[in-house]
């Protein structure tokens, strides 16, 4: 018998293909697991934003890290609504990104992006609020390349959403 906890277990093993030191749970991005009478399990991921390259490789992951664990049949759906936002990020998640280097996300609507400005985002290797975005595109797509002007490293932040 293929429990939820079961399958929620196994996916804490699958890890953004991007930030290989934070699960696809942590990240937010898996919203619902369901099992059918007949053990198939049903995982909803919702992209961290519409066409992320990563998310066809998370979906191929969390099938191949279920069928290897004893689950009969995977089926991955994708819900686009509502769409994720940084805020799904576990606090542990968070806490994970920033030792791995990278600054966590701000919250949404913070009140500088609908001004139009900046956000403020403080470097993941000193703390210091003195960072200058140098580039919207970091090691990839999906996240934003930073400079700290205090320890002049450069570093990557989780593009928000
Ligand atoms: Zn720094």
Known sequence: MISQDHILDLLQNVKDPEVPVISVLELGVVRHVDVEPDGKAVVTITPTYTGCPAMDVMAAD???ELLD?????VEVKQSLAPAWTTDWIT???KAKLKAYGIAPPEKTGDIRALKGELPVV???????????MLSVFGSTACKALWKCNDCLEPFDQFKCL
């Open 69 to 73: 664990h004893g689950v009969p049949a």
């Open 122 to 132: 403080p470097c993941p290797q000193c703390g210091s609020t003195n960072t200058v």
């Open 91 to 93: 606090e542990p998640g």
């Open 62 to 64: 969390i099938r191949k």
